[in-house]
């Protein structure tokens, strides 16, 4: 196990063995804990003393299933808090298998640098001159790194969004087909990417320098009865036929898709971008569903979107986009929201926030709503650096104030997601009360809400609903930590407790259901208190006035929680 230390001040690298407190760690855990411990909270985010690690899951590398997921954390520029952003594609794999457990990039260069960092499968590891990619969009940027680097390399990289130190940038890593498709979106680490000067991390694949496993036989056959749970769970055959927009229908069906800036919590259009709709277009023109975007994938949730020649457009058109990029601006043209989601990952832009974005202009009057063409102009707008551009580039937040438009779905800055609160409570908890901002995968209890999805909470309802979202909040932490995709949680019906004897089969010292919970504990402690730190308190635990004020349709509910209970979320 090895840090990778970069100073962007003086290009010095180095290598180091992992410090004991860290080696039971990897994803947010780590990431959150050490920027906690070693960030100033009241830094500049774009400043040299915040630093950009990249940590794979502690699990990562290992032969269990859907486990190559990336962390990244920084203090946010969107935010002004901690900031742990996910993301998939080959690259948590490939940085395990070199025995790497992070990446940490610290300090700044001169003006306008721009470098790439080079790590080799022989754990070479050097600071290169990138300035000739300086300005490059991503899908271009990749094609000629591969053209000089070759092949069989994960590349995680900024557009021209980060470069410009926007706050909705984003940092997009390679599938495993070699496209900049998977995004670690969420709260502008592209820009803090961007202030250090990389432009590109190129990890060679094929390391043989994994971490080895204290008791390998335990580890296999748990992760053999994990994969089992995931394979024969309902959802992952959902997942596999139509992605993760397997879940538009029923949440329009709920009223709580966010609709016209969240005006509406039903799409009147929504048959036109669900995700059957998008299945059978893709099958017809000749695209693929169940598609493999990330390395060790057994769900396929990810698909090849092609336009009427079957050519390619983007890589996965997921719900969250076909969210923001549709119902919340009022389109129905899904060509043009598979446009939006390739522009977004060409740019390098969180698309949910890039979304929220154009839906406050187009509330505040500056396009209508429904205008796909509008919509697009504005997405390419960033890339061009017009004041418009930079103004949607830097967030929905930035929007509102060009606009004085107080209708601005945030929270800490950063904007929900594609579930109203008002029509799911539990949802409000998590988004007001979670340190990284109106993120939805911080906990996820739109199942508990929902008795389609086997839930048995009153989603209109207070009662149980902070408990519901600590519960998740403390599980997702553990979740993140070690490095296991969302949409393969199903493979925890075969017990919390198989997943801990696969940690405890690496750490080699017993790991309880009791070790995990005061993981994620320990973790939420930690990030909780680098946003105190940072001038955070109570009051940043609330949602906009307008989730309170405005009764949504067709439903007609408000978010009723209390900011009693909101502040008794974190009471460990």
């Not at 290009?11 to 990431?31: C, F, N, W």
């Not at 962390?71 to 935010?79: E, H, Y």
């Not at 979740?479 to 949680?489: H, R």
């Not at 080699?508 to 939420?524: A, H």
Request: proline fraction near 3%; glycine fraction near 12%.
């Amino acid at each position: 196990m090895k840090f990778i230390r970069v100073n962007m001040t003086d290009k010095s690298i180095h290598l180091e063995d992992v410090p004991a407190e860290y080696q039971m760690l990897g994803g947010r855990g780590l990431t959150s804990i050490m920027i906690n411990k070693d960030v100033p909270a009241r830094c500049d985010a774009l400043g040299p003393e915040n630093k950009l690690i990249f940590s794979p899951g502690y699990l990562s590398g290992t032969v269990l299933v859907n486990s190559s997921r990336l962390s990244i954390g920084a203090k946010s520029p969107l935010t002004g808090g901690i900031k742990e952003s996910n993301v998939g594609g080959t690259v948590a794999a490939d940085l395990a298998h070199l025995g790497i457990t992070a990446i940490i990039v610290e300090g700044k260069p001169a003006r306008d640098a721009c470098y790439l960092l080079k790590i080799d499968a022989d754990g070479g590891v050097e600071l290169l001159d990138g300035s000739v990619y300086k300005g490059l969009r991503n899908y271009e940027l990749v094609r000629q790194l591969t053209a000089v680097y070759g092949g069989e390399k994960s590349i995680t990289c900024i557009g021209p969004a980060g470069e410009f130190l926007l706050s909705a940038a984003s940092i997009q890593t390679t599938d495993t087909d070699g496209r900049p498709c998977r995004a670690a979106g969420r709260g502008g680490l592209g820009a803090v990417m961007g202030s250090k000067g990389l432009k590109a991390v190129i990890v060679d694949r094929g390391g043989k320098a994994t971490d080895a496993l204290v008791d390998v036989d335990t580890f296999k056959a748990s992760a053999k009865l994990y994969a089992k749970a995931v394979r024969e769970d309902d959802f992952t055959t959902d997942l596999a036929e139509l992605g993760s927009a397997v879940l538009v229908a029923p949440i329009n069906a709920v009223g709580a898709f966010p609709t016209r800036n969240a005006r509406d919590g039903q799409f009147e259009e929504v048959e036109k971008i669900t995700g059957e709709t998008m299945a059978e277009v893709i099958k017809e023109r000749g695209g693929k569903n169940a598609h493999m975007g990330c390395a060790q994938c057994i769900i396929r949730c990810s698909n090849d979107y092609v336009d009427k020649d079957g050519e390619y457009v983007t890589s996965s058109l997921e719900y969250e986009t076909i969210w923001s990029m549709g119902g919340m601006l009022g389109n129905s043209d899904l060509d043009s929201i598979a446009k939006l989601d390739f522009l977004c990952d060409d740019i390098g832009l969180d698309t949910i926030s890039t979304g929220v974005a154009v839906a406050v202009a187009m509330d505040a009057g500056y396009k209508p709503f429904g205008d796909a063409q509008a919509a697009i102009e504005m997405v390419e707008a960033v890339a061009e650096g017009t004041e418009m551009g930079l103004i949607i580039g830097n967030g929905p937040g930035a929007v509102g104030k060009h606009f004085n438009h107080d209708r601005v779905p945030v929270v800490k800055n950063q904007s929900i997601a594609a579930y109203d609160p008002r029509a799911i409570q539990g949802m409000a908890v998590t988004y007001a009360t979670t340190p990284m901002g109106g993120d939805h995968t911080a906990g996820w209890i739109v199942d508990q809400n929902l008795e389609e999805f086997g839930g048995t909470l009153d989603r209109f309802s207070a009662k149980g609903q902070v408990e519901a979202s600590r519960d998740a909040q403390i599980h997702m932490a553990a979740v993140d930590t070690v490095g296991i995709c969302d949409f393969a949680q199903s493979g925890f019906g075969a017990g919390l407790g198989n997943v801990c004897k696969m940690v405890a089969a690496k750490l080699g010292k017993p790991f309880s259901e009791d070790d995990w919970t005061s993981l994620g504990t320990r973790i939420l402690k930690a990030e909780r208190e680098f946003n105190r730190n940072a001038g955070f308190t109570n009051k940043d635990d609330r949602l906009p006035k307008m989730f309170y004020k405005e009764p949504l349709p067709p439903h007609n509910k408000v978010v009723i929680i209390s900011d009693e209970d909101m502040d008794r979320t974190f009471e460990f």
